[in-house]
Structures are given as C-alpha cells and as structure tokens.
C-alpha cells in the first residue's frame, strides 16, 4: 500500500520555516522582491492520490465502524451460562478457532 503525495518541492514554505517569524518578515530577510515572487509561486496546489488496496482498506475501515461493538445478546447468554454453571468449553472448538486465527495472521504469498 502506498500512498503517493505530489507536490512543487520537498521544501516546506516560508512561513513554516521560519517559525517564529511572520510571512513578511520571512520575505523581507530573503530579499524583498524575491521573497514576493516566492510568495507568489506557493499557490502550487498539491495532490494525494490513493491506490486501489488504499480505497479498500478505507472501505472496510468504515464497514467495520458501522458493527455495534459489543453483541449484548451474547454478553447476556454467557452471563446466564455462568450464574447458572452451565456453560461448557468445547476444547476443539476452541482449537480450532485459534488455528483460523493464527492462519488469518500469517502474510499471504503474492
């Protein structure tokens, strides 16, 4: 995933630069009519552009953030399970989806 950001240079402008000075003193300490061309060049605008497995993971990101956080239906059932004692392990199981787990970790050759 890369995230590709173009721009007219590398340099952040005057008024980042010199931080603790304004943007007509910045000017005036590089030149006057130069620091006024500078000035004039900044309206550059720059561009992002994402790549497609950038707008997927986005995509997901806001799928995911739309689930509720906690299943309350769940949360009540195991409550019940233990108050009451009846709720079992079923080690297999429990191996099993720690398997899928640890598969779902691994990288993907490509």
């Known amino acids: 995933m890369s995230i590709q950001i173009q721009g007219p240079t590398g340099r952040p402008p005057a008024e980042i630069s010199d931080q603790g000075k304004t ?24 561009q992002v552009s994402l790549t497609a497995q950038a ?11 739309a689930l509720p956080v906690i299943d309350t239906q769940r949360v009540t059932e195991v409550q019940q399970a233990l108050a009451t004692g009846s709720f079992q392990v079923d080690p297999a199981r429990v191996a099993d989806k720690m398997l899928s787990f640890e598969v779902g970790l691994t990288p993907q050759a490509q």
């Open 23 to 46: 943007a007509s003193e910045a000017r005036s300490r590089q030149g006057g009519a130069q620091g006024a061309s500078v000035a004039s060049r900044s309206t550059v605008t720059d």
């Open 55 to 65: 707008s997927q993971l986005q995509a997901l990101e806001n799928q995911i953030s």
